[in-house]
């Protein structure tokens, strides 16, 4: 895979471009934009950045794999950002699904997106975002309990070319084996390593109203959670939920 980066001064979402021009564009395409007017999260949230200041990105893939297995992809561009981020001497944890978090607060997200007909994917879009060398008055005040950026942790300025490149490599990587056979062990083992879940009580979101608590025991080889609730143990599908911590009993943690 050949990565071609077009970059743009501002987008509405990266996301979005990339959806606009992803049937006639090759796999490896890469949409960078300084920076985003209406950045999208997960589950319809607000994605905020600051402009020439954050890794506001989407890759173009076409991975001839069944739709089931798309949510892997996330997993794939999580360990591959984690990995990046040791290149660059900065330890990183993987809340599973998909967010990355350095000293409990998150750094980085990542919004995959897919178009398919009934049989086929025609696209699926990974859009990435890094909150890099974003000052705290830089952080809307609401969010400021449970984000952070890269130059805060580390109290020096952050090369973003450098590390997009890191992730770009990284990510080349782990994605080709998963790619041409579904190989996803380094990328399990890794994530396994370096998750902040795994051991920890959680509760687990789906849809609007139903919140169960279980302890999440392990990431199985599918890259789904295991987690033990009363009733017994479940395999959570990372398309399905969202988690988030629990501290003690009814405390959520700032994740
Ligand atoms: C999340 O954690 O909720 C996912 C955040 C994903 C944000 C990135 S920024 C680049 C790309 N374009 C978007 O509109 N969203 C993703």
């Given at each position: 895979?050949?990565y071609?980066?077009?970059?743009?001064?501002?987008?509405?979402?990266?996301?979005?471009?990339?959806?606009?021009?992803?049937?006639?564009?090759?796999e490896?395409?890469?949409?960078?934009?300084?920076?985003?007017?209406?950045g999208?999260?997960?589950l319809?949230?607000?994605?905020?950045?600051?402009?020439d200041?954050?890794?506001?990105?989407?890759?173009?893939?076409?991975?001839?794999?069944?739709?089931?297995?798309?949510?892997?992809i996330?997993?794939?561009?999580?360990?591959?950002?984690?990995?990046?981020?040791?290149?660059?001497?900065?330890?990183?944890?993987?809340?599973?699904?998909?967010?990355?978090?350095i000293?409990?607060?998150?750094?980085?997200?990542?919004?995959?997106?897919?178009?398919?007909?009934?049989?086929?994917?025609?696209?699926?879009?990974?859009?990435?975002?890094?909150?890099?060398?974003?000052?705290?008055?830089?952080?809307?005040?609401?969010?400021?309990?449970?984000?952070?950026?890269?130059?805060?942790?580390?109290?020096?300025?952050?090369?973003?070319?450098?590390?997009?490149?890191?992730?770009?490599?990284r990510?080349?990587?782990?994605?080709?084996?998963?790619?041409?056979?579904?190989?996803?062990?380094?990328?399990?083992?890794?994530?396994?390593?370096?998750?902040?879940?795994?051991g920890?009580?959680?509760?687990?979101?789906?849809?609007?109203?139903k919140?169960?608590?279980?302890?999440?025991i392990?990431?199985?080889?599918?890259g789904?959670?295991?987690?033990?609730?009363?009733?017994?143990?479940?395999?959570?599908?990372?398309?399905?939920?969202?988690?988030r911590?629990?501290?003690?009993?009814?405390?959520?943690?700032?994740?």
């Amino acid at each position: 895979m050949e990565y071609r980066i077009f970059t743009y001064d501002t987008l509405e979402s990266t996301n979005d471009k990339a959806k606009e021009i992803a049937a006639y564009s090759e796999e490896g395409t890469v949409i960078l934009a300084r920076e985003q007017t209406k950045g999208k999260g997960r589950l319809g949230r607000v994605w905020s950045s600051t402009k020439d200041k954050d890794i506001l990105m989407s890759i173009i893939l076409k991975p001839e794999i069944q739709i089931k297995d798309i949510p892997k992809i996330t997993l794939v561009g999580a360990t591959a950002i984690n990995m990046a981020l040791r290149d660059i001497g900065i330890d990183s944890q993987i809340k599973w699904p998909n967010d990355i978090v350095i000293e409990n607060k998150k750094v980085s997200g990542i919004l995959t997106e897919m178009s398919s007909n009934s049989r086929d994917i025609n696209y699926v879009i990974m859009g990435i975002g890094i909150n890099v060398n974003q000052d705290i008055q830089d952080i809307p005040k609401e969010l400021q309990y449970k984000s952070t950026s890269l130059k805060i942790v580390k109290n020096s300025v952050i090369d973003r070319r450098e590390l997009l490149n890191n992730i770009l490599e990284r990510f080349r990587t782990l994605y080709m084996p998963f790619r041409s056979n579904g190989d996803m062990e380094k990328v399990i083992n890794i994530y396994r390593e370096n998750s902040i879940v795994i051991g920890k009580e959680i509760l687990v979101i789906k849809g609007k109203d139903k919140i169960r608590k279980g302890v999440a025991i392990d990431i199985n080889h599918r890259g789904e959670l295991l987690v033990e609730f009363p009733e017994g143990l479940e395999e959570i599908c990372s398309g399905e939920v969202s988690i988030r911590g629990i501290e003690g009993y009814g405390k959520v943690l700032s994740l």
